[in-house]
């Protein structure tokens, strides 16, 4: 059983990094530590949906680890 919760972990991390390895992938290194901070723009269309699916993958991550550290 301890099995099938690693393997969906393992599973679950790398799509996680997939994921915000995409969203960071517009930005520059200098707004990455906190330059260009002028311009606010709102999320739309398929950058909010990429957001929306990382936070679900995100608290499926924790789930599946708390229930195999329970579990076990």
Not at 17 to 29: A, M, P
Not at 49 to 71: D, E, K, P
Request: hydrophobic fraction near 60%; charged fraction near 10%.
């Amino acid at each position: 059983m301890t099995n099938v919760f690693l393997i969906l972990e393992i599973i679950l991390g790398l799509i996680l990094i997939i994921l915000i390895v995409l969203q960071s992938k517009g930005t520059g290194l200098g707004s990455t530590f906190g330059g260009d901070m002028g311009f606010y723009g709102t999320k739309r269309g398929a950058e909010k949906m990429l957001f929306v699916f990382t936070i679900i993958v995100a608290v499926l991550f924790l789930v599946n680890s708390l229930a195999g550290v329970i579990l076990s």
